[in-house]
């Protein structure tokens, strides 16, 4: 039962995520629209890319508020998912077991970085007004996976090798039955249920932003309309 839901929720996810860039790759984008100052060549606009991803360079520009959270959230996320390695591989390779401490501190700073951006919504005014609930929700579902994460980590101790038997008998498709013998396990159960939730429903939000950075014409495109004649392929036409 647990292995059908698992790769029901993996399956809406991919499909879901892989129809998302689907529709986004076949949007028309007939006229230039770069923000300017743009690159001038492709190498520039992958450099550009490249900062947005990294840096999130135009947040920084636009809201530094915003970015102070987005960033801390974002880039304690990547150390945090990094850690969950050990939950995932048999033998652990070496690095991960260095990057436990850092794993353990980032996943603080993620569920503060959320905390920061939560607050920021709600105590800006600007910022409330165009905030809608799912905006809110998807803050508090993070929220709750981050806080019931680091329950497990500081306080109820889930049994670690029953979830790893479980994580490996998923990946081999054999039955998994989850552990239910203290407050940890139960807090894991959460944990997990929160992280099936986000999956289904990434798909269909505004967590796209991961994949949809990359269809944006104001940053993919290059700004040439000086060298190269662009002719809108729906001019002339009724
Ligand atoms: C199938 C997927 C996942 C499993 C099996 C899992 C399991 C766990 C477990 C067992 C812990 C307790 C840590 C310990 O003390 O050993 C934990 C902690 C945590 N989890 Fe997850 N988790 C999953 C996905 C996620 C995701 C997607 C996120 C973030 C969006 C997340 C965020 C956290 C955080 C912030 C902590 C506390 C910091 C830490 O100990 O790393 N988890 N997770």
Redesign the pocket.
Known sequence: MLTLLAYAVLGIFTLGFLRRIWIYARVPAPLVIPTTPAPVTKMGVVFRLFKEVAFFESLFKGDKLAWVGGYAFHGA?AV??I??AR?FCDPLPAFFAHIQIA??L??IV??GGLGFLFLRRLLIDRVRYISSPSDYLMLIL?LG??IT??A??FQF??D?VA?KEV?SNLFSMSSASLPLASIGDVI?II??TL?GL?LVIFPFSKLMHAGGIFFSPTRYQVDNPREVRHVNPWAGKK
């Open positions: 996320l945090v998912l850690r969950h939950y794993g353990i980032a996943g993620m569920v993070l996976i981050g994460g680091l497990m980590t101790r889930p670690i979830i994580m894991f944990h997990l992280v986000l």
